[in-house]
């Protein structure tokens, strides 16, 4: 599959592989040492994928690494065959998931690795298919457990991805408070510190410049990624800090949005972890 990726784009854009956008700050390995210094995000990367998969919560985490466990001893004892493709599968697959992340230097999305879901689908259909066919008392408990699986992810999917209202409530009233004039909109400060965004998972300020030219349909440049594209400004507007989470300044011919600055990436997760309690 990768391999047929990167030809089709090596033929439609002369370019083997898929590049890296700068804003996602790779750090390739290119050496021995480099290597060894990405291993770090492999651990990152286990711990964002079973976060992402089990939506945030420990427990749902739990449940899921004891079915796939006792799902392969019991296949490894009635079906071995289907037993070793399954693990084959998940190994082969994660393994070569992990390899990317040590040479591009970065933590690739949950997306990334949604082979494990069909891996675990095709392992939960065949327990229940091989138990009924032996007359196992794990039978009856398997469908209900599907079941109950099934309720507690659409109960969980609808929390989730409710997340994302108050995201787009706050750069809604952003947008607003800017107006629709003409010029462009200069953001000075960090998107981290927006109430919302860490919920949201915006993973870079790319998001905020493209959400506000969505809504409001005129430039925006953020001066931190940018500085090239702000250095027309009058020098007290780059030096000049917000008094709140967000402000919003007209000026003639453009627009000004103060974000307060990023002093501690820490306190931004701890703000995350909070929003993220229900």
């Known amino acids: 599959g990768l391999l047929l990726i990167y030809s089709m784009n090596y033929m439609e854009h002369g370019i083997f592989g898929i590049p890296v956008a700068a804003w996602r700050n790779p750090a390739p390995a290119h050496d021995l040492a480099s290597a060894i210094a990405n291993l770090d995000l492999v651990l990152e990367f286990f711990k964002v994928t079973a976060m992402e998969i089990s939506l945030d919560e420990t427990a749902l985490m739990v449940v899921h690494g004891v079915v796939l466990t006792g799902g392969l001893i019991y296949l490894a004892r009635v079906e071995p065959w289907v037993a070793l493709y399954i693990l ?5 697959g994660i393994g070569l998931q992990c390899l990317q992340v040590i040479m ?6 949950t997306r990334a690795v949604s082979f494990i879901w069909v891996l675990y689908s095709i392992l939960c259909v065949r327990v229940a298919l091989s138990s009924r066919h032996n007359g196992k008392l794990v039978t009856s408990m398997t469908g209900y457990f599907l079941l109950i699986t099934i309720v507690i992810y659409l109960i969980w999917m609808w929390d989730r991805y409710s997340t994302y209202a108050p995201w787009q409530s706050e750069t809604r009233e952003l947008a607003k408070q800017s107006g629709n004039g003409a010029g462009p909109i200069y953001i000075i400060g960090s998107y981290k510190t927006l109430l919302f965004a860490a919920k949201a998972g915006i993973m870079g300020s790319r998001g905020l410049q493209l959400r506000l030219k969505y809504l409001t349909g005129r430039d925006v440049f953020v001066c931190d990624e940018t500085p090239a594209a702000c250095q027309d400004l009058p020098a007290e507007v780059l030096t000049d800090m917000a008094t709140s989470a967000a402000e919003v300044r ?21 703000v995350d972890r909070v929003l993220r309690q229900p």
């Open 250 to 270: 007209q000026m003639e011919g453009w627009t000004e949005i103060y974000l307060l600055p990023l002093v501690d990436e820490g306190l931004a997760k701890d």
């Open 88 to 92: 084959t599968g998940l190994v082969a």
């Open 104 to 109: 591009l230097g970065l933590v690739v999305p």
